[in-house]
């Protein structure tokens, strides 16, 4: 391991969790980023959803908003949930952002760090005496910024029969595409978002409903009481064929060695919640307050408590589906029963910089 350089810590992944990790983590610390493939933007413009406060955040790591196309903040919601009728639903103020833009314009600034290097490997790290060693380094720590596919995580907790992701996007959609819509099937949902540059629909749910012939999907969809989503786009099968995977919730359990996930590798939120990406800033800023131990164990209990208060968050919304006695719906409600605990009597918050107990606010009304 001789030709091993050693670093203070290391992060796997360079999703926004990582890149925005090795920023912050690389104010006192010499950072490796360690990763497959690094962002290039030429997949499709997916949109996210996140809180207008988080706008502020990027800005503080050198982000601007015309750069992620944030340009305004989205309208009010409408979203059929419980019933065929969708309802106007006025929340926290969000604004529609490019995920892929975000990613390359958070690569630039971690390129002019001098405090970070990147190394692109795909080989798991190895825990050796004490210190996980990778493709040419060497680091005390690890960050798990891997996604959903959580590559250090002893095991990953989800249904046994997880629902799957499909989306479809359009370039420069109608002025009244840029807000958020949701409406529930028998087999899952369909949302839509959009910036002025891409909208996204996406379908989650039952794996062989969202992977059905797209000609046969879009029927379905126009038929199902929700063409009020649809009416204004042209069919599926002429749209460009957006991400697909994961589309219900899962997490990591804890290693023993010195792992700390973030993001989709920590919790991956389902995609109901549209808090995905804003949690994942969140944790990368907060690992960064990791200087020892005790703050490594206040880590860890914050994550124990996001897993909880989501999955509590979750089933409750999942409850009150129209489509509750579904096979799908029904399922997906046992298993979020199963796991989701009791609710936390305290939190654990950035204050300051340090990570540290506080009195827990009310759950949210949302997910």
């Known amino acids: 391991m001789s030709g091993?350089?050693?670093?203070?810590?290391?992060?796997?992944?360079?999703?926004?969790?990582?890149?925005?990790?090795?920023?912050?983590?690389?104010?006192?610390q010499h950072v490796v980023v360690?990763?497959?493939?690094?962002?290039?933007?030429?997949?499709?413009?997916?949109?996210?959803?996140?809180?207008?406060?988080?706008?502020?955040?990027?800005?503080?790591?050198?982000?601007?908003?015309?750069?992620?196309?944030?340009?305004?903040?989205?309208?009010?919601?409408?979203?059929?949930?419980?019933?065929a009728t969708p309802d106007r639903v006025y929340g926290h103020a969000t604004v529609h952002l490019?995920?892929?833009?975000?990613?390359?314009?958070?690569?630039?600034?971690?390129?002019?760090?001098?405090?970070i290097e990147i190394v692109i490997a795909d080989r798991r790290p190895q825990f050796i005496g004490g210190l996980f060693v990778g493709d040419a380094w060497r680091a005390p720590r690890v960050i798990d910024a891997t996604g959903a596919a959580g590559v250090m995580a002893p095991r990953r907790v989800r249904p046994a029969k997880p629902w799957a992701?499909?989306?479809?996007?359009?370039?420069?959609p109608p002025d009244k595409c840029q807000q958020f819509d949701l409406a529930t099937l028998p087999q899952g949902y369909v949302f839509r978002l959009a910036t002025p540059t891409w909208l996204t629909i996406g379908v989650v749910g039952e794996p062989a409903f969202v992977r059905s012939d797209v000609t046969t999907l879009?029927?379905?969809?126009?038929?199902?009481?929700?063409?009020?989503?649809?009416?204004?786009?042209?069919?599926?099968?002429?749209?460009?064929?957006?991400?697909?995977?994961?589309?219900?919730?899962?997490?990591?359990?804890?290693?023993?060695?010195?792992?700390?996930?973030?993001?989709?590798?920590?919790?991956?939120r389902d995609p109901l919640s549209s808090q995905g990406l804003a949690t994942a800033i969140g944790d990368a800023l907060a690992v960064a307050a990791v200087n020892d131990e005790?703050?490594?164990?206040?880590?860890?209990?914050?994550?124990r408590i996001g897993v909880v208060t989501h999955l509590r968050a979750l089933a409750t919304h999942v409850r009150t589906v129209r489509w509750a006695t579904s096979p799908a719906w029904h399922a997906y409600a046992a298993f979020l029963a199963a796991n989701e605990g009791t609710e936390p009597t305290t939190d654990v918050a950035l204050v300051n910089g340090r990570l540290s107990r506080v009195t827990r606010e009310p759950p949210p009304g949302s997910v």
């Open 218 to 268: 879009d029927a379905r969809l126009r038929t199902a009481g929700h063409a009020w989503m649809l009416d204004d786009v042209p069919a599926l099968d002429r749209l460009m064929q957006g991400w697909q995977g994961r589309g219900s919730v899962q997490w990591s359990e804890l290693a023993g060695i010195p792992v700390l996930p973030i993001g989709d590798a920590a919790l991956a």
């Open 34 to 83: 360690a990763t497959a493939r690094l962002p290039d933007g030429e997949v499709p413009g997916r949109v996210d959803c996140v809180p207008i406060r988080l706008l502020s955040t990027l800005q503080e790591l050198g982000i601007e908003t015309a750069v992620i196309r944030a340009h305004r903040p989205a309208g009010p919601r409408r979203i059929a949930w419980s019933s």
């Open 294 to 303: 005790a703050s490594a164990d206040l880590f860890r209990e914050r994550y």
């Open 165 to 172: 992701s499909r989306t479809w996007m359009l370039p420069r």
């Open 98 to 115: 490019e995920r892929p833009r975000l990613e390359l314009a958070l690569l630039t600034e971690v390129l002019r760090n001098g405090r």
């Open 4 to 28: 091993h350089r050693l670093f203070d810590v290391a992060v796997l992944g360079t999703g926004p969790a990582g890149l925005t990790a090795a920023l912050a983590l690389a104010r006192e």
